[in-house]
């Protein structure tokens, strides 16, 4: 079975704090997705990777930087950290799509992030 | 663009009814696929099913079933007999081809329907 795991299933974090949220994946998946979930929203992509070094924003990129240095590891960095990034982080991975299929995503079980 | 629609936003049902989530979505691509996602309370989204857009065909796992209808563009999902352990938020996603950066794909989702199944 494919495993993401989430450094912290929840965090509290002040104002104006540099926020790093961690996720691994032990599938040797190229992809790697973060999400925010919110109440109405839904999830919302915030970035993702396609391989080590690279990244391409979402929907949702404000406020928020991504590192993957290594395969199996993708970073989210909450840079200054504000009220309104209070949310629900998911981050997800999956294969890479090849020419007949869509590979599905794996989640992690989420990170709870309290912004004070 | 593409948008996925699930109009219900909370359904509850007495155990051992039958329950159909309701998902809409646009695209103008040919070529795309349909999930459906389960998220329980303690949070990790849990893959159910991917379907293309090739196969129309109906699928059944258990008390679990799909209708997967091109001409309404609709993506239903039926759980028959629920149970309690069925509670839980319900997203349905979208993704196409066309819609990708180099070797990945993006999922657009729906905003999620929570089902509380009573006992």
């Known amino acids: 079975d494919v495993k993401v795991t989430q450094s912290s299933r929840y965090l509290v974090k002040r104002t104006g704090e540099k926020v790093f949220l961690e996720c691994v994946q032990d599938?040797?998946?190229?992809?790697m997705f973060w999400y925010r979930q919110d109440p109405g929203l839904g999830l919302r992509l915030i970035y993702f990777?396609?391989?080590?070094?690279?990244?391409e924003k979402g929907d949702i990129p404000e406020g928020y930087s991504v590192s993957r240095e290594k395969k199996e590891r993708f970073s989210l960095i909450l840079e200054s950290a504000s009220t309104n990034q209070t949310s629900m982080y998911l981050c997800?991975?999956?294969?890479?799509?090849?020419?007949?299929?869509?590979?599905?995503?794996?989640f992690g079980d989420g990170t709870r992030l309290s912004i004070l | 663009a593409q948008k996925v629609t699930q109009a219900q936003t909370e359904i509850s049902v007495v155990e051992k009814e039958d329950v159909t989530l309701d998902c809409v979505y646009e695209?103008?691509?040919?070529?795309?696929?349909l999930f459906w996602y389960k998220q329980p309370p303690s949070g990790e989204l849990v893959f159910l099913i991917r379907?293309?857009?090739?196969?129309?065909q109906n699928e059944i796992s258990g008390r679990y079933s799909w209708n997967f209808q091109k001409s309404t563009s609709s993506f239903n999902f039926t759980i028959t007999a629920s149970q309690v352990v069925d509670s839980a938020v319900y997203f349905c996603?979208?993704?196409?081809?066309?819609?990708?950066?180099?070797?990945?794909?993006?999922?657009?989702f729906g905003k999620g329907t929570k089902l509380s199944v009573i006992p």
């Open positions: 695209t103008r691509d040919t070529t795309y696929y």
């Open positions: 997800a991975s999956s294969p890479p799509r090849d020419r007949v299929s869509n590979q599905p995503q794996h």
């Open positions: 379907r293309n857009s090739f196969d129309e």
């Open positions: 996603a979208l993704s196409t081809l066309s819609y990708s950066g180099a070797g990945s794909y993006q999922l657009t």
């Open positions: 990777s396609y391989d080590v070094k690279m990244k």
């Open positions: 599938m040797d998946h190229e992809n």
